[in-house]
């Protein structure tokens, strides 16, 4: 009985013990993150960067907000989107991204999903942690996997 009732009080809101797992983000987050993706139908690795804004709606585990990415060498495009994130947990994030991409080769914008998971190591207002992302357009679709380094405030 004891057990239990450690574990209801360990859970309790009221919890006032200063634990860094107990740290609150702020509702804003500016983020970039670098990575190599794969391209699967064209079997040719990249390079990439994804940068977005987030807001987190207080008091909620979900945020809103804006996205964009360059694939820097071939086959080069950008891609701006809309993002929503959850965070399940603390520290991790998944974010999912409509959005419309503008290829070099190809006059004709087309949509593509995004979606990022990623693990925050805390230093202060910024985090650093390992990404995953896959993403889909109708041409190919890639497999990226990375560093993100954001920034609360």
């Not at 896959?134 to 954001?150: C, E, I, K, T």
Request: charged share 15%; proline share 6%; net charge negative.
């Amino acid at each position: 009985m004891l057990i239990i009732s450690s574990d209801i009080f360990a859970q309790s809101p009221d919890d006032t013990h200063n634990n860094e797992d107990n740290h609150r983000h702020s509702n804003n987050e500016i983020s970039i993150a670098t990575s190599a993706p794969y391209f699967v139908n064209e079997k040719k690795i990249s390079y990439s960067l994804h940068a977005h804004y987030i807001y987190y709606i207080p008091n909620t585990q979900f945020g809103i907000g804006a996205a964009y990415e360059a694939i820097l060498l071939e086959p080069k495009h950008n891609t701006f989107g809309f993002v929503t994130s959850y965070r399940p947990m603390e520290r991790l994030s998944l974010a999912l991204s409509p959005g419309i991409t503008f290829e070099n080769n190809n006059s004709t914008p087309f949509f593509s999903l995004h979606t990022e998971i990623y693990y925050e190591f805390e230093i202060g207002k910024f985090h650093v942690g390992p990404a995953f992302e896959f993403a889909y357009d109708p041409n190919d679709y890639h497999l990226s996997l990375g560093l993100h380094v954001g920034f609360d405030f």
